[in-house]
């Protein structure tokens, strides 16, 4: 059965580095949602401001739609925050039994020392507060802890999903 997995997370939790190499290793297109994202939306992330759930409802619907379309060819992953179970709710409308959650959870200080150290990243350390403060901790995903290497952390997901 084809399948989306999304993988979720807040940001710098290494949701675009995973998401890549496990497409790459299922063969299957990768999508990251950041790339959807409106003008404004990051316009207003630029500037420090955390998005609202109104401003995130667009860029959700239209990363259903991506997952509709790909689930006709494919199977495919999307990376994605996710923070909020009716942000899943609506990525997931329509494709509930097609969609696979996982979600890489670290701390605020390895995550934050992570954030610090990435280049051309459009989202402000300072945002991450307000990520976790946002962040409902989903309860049908495959929670994966940040601090295996990236080769675990693909192998674990191969295991479960495909298991």
């Not at 997995?5 to 299957?28: F, H, N, R, W």
């Not at 297109?29 to 500037?47: L, Q, V, Y």
């Not at 667009?58 to 259903?64: A, P, R, S």
């Not at 990525?91 to 934050?112: C, H, K, M, P």
Request: charged share 30%.
């Amino acid at each position: 059965m084809k399948k989306v997995i999304y993988i979720m997370g807040v940001s710098g939790c290494g949701k675009s580095t995973i998401g890549k190499l496990l497409a790459q290793e299922l063969d299957i297109p990768f999508f990251d949602g950041d790339d959807f994202h409106s003008k404004a939306n990051i316009k207003k992330m630029s500037n420090g401001k955390p998005l609202n759930d109104e401003d995130r409802q667009g860029w959700l619907e239209t990363l259903n739609d991506l997952a509709k379309k790909q689930l006709t060819k494919n199977s495919c992953v999307i990376v994605c925050s996710a923070l909020k179970q009716k942000y899943r709710d609506t990525l997931s409308l329509d494709l509930e039994a097609q969609t696979r959650w996982v979600y890489l959870s670290g701390d605020f200080n390895q995550i934050f020392n992570r954030v610090n150290k990435r280049r051309n990243h459009f989202m402000p350390s300072e945002l991450l507060k307000s990520q976790f403060e946002t962040l409902e901790e989903p309860k049908d995903a495959l929670k994966i802890d940040i601090s295996l290497t990236p080769e675990n952390i693909i192998k674990t997901i191969k295991i479960q999903i495909n298991g």
